[in-house]
């Protein structure tokens, strides 16, 4: 099994979800669980930093986009925060998700983003 870690915290009114390792068939289901749980304790707005994300699959892809969309249903907001490995960016790049997700270079930037207005718990 490929080696992943999810750890989850309160900055600045956000949930800061950091992701590290691998995310693939064989873990994300674990991570998903994992997310979740980061979620549910530290609320809707995300910032889902990458830097530490080694490996992207297309399960992995999806279990992103469904966190980003879902926050952004649910009156939250989301971004993805950087800096993002190559092989990572590659999979958002090739797939154009890139063009439709908010990535910020680094997790300072992301968490100095303007919280929306509202305040969805």
Same mark, same amino acid.
């Given at each position: 099994m490929a080696e992943y870690e999810v750890t989850g915290s309160a900055q600045h009114g956000r949930a800061v979800i950091t992701l590290t390792g691998d995310? =693939?068939?064989?873990? #994300?289901?674990? #991570?998903?669980?994992?997310?979740?749980? =980061?979620?549910?304790?530290? &609320?809707?707005?995300? #910032?889902?930093?990458?830097? &530490?994300?080694r490996f992207l699959d297309s399960t992995g892809l999806s279990l992103l986009l469904r966190f980003y969309l879902a926050a952004e249903g649910r &009156? &939250?907001? =989301?971004v993805l925060a950087g800096p993002i490995q190559d092989e990572v960016l590659r999979v958002l790049q090739v797939t154009h998700v890139d063009e439709r997700l908010t990535i910020r270079p680094n997790l300072d930037t992301a968490l100095a983003d303007p919280l929306p207005t509202g305040d969805p718990t």
């Open positions: 995310l =693939a068939l064989d873990t #994300v289901q674990q #991570v998903e669980q994992d997310m979740r749980d =980061a979620r549910r304790r530290h &609320g809707e707005h995300l #910032v889902l930093d990458l830097r &530490g994300l &009156g &939250g907001s =989301a």
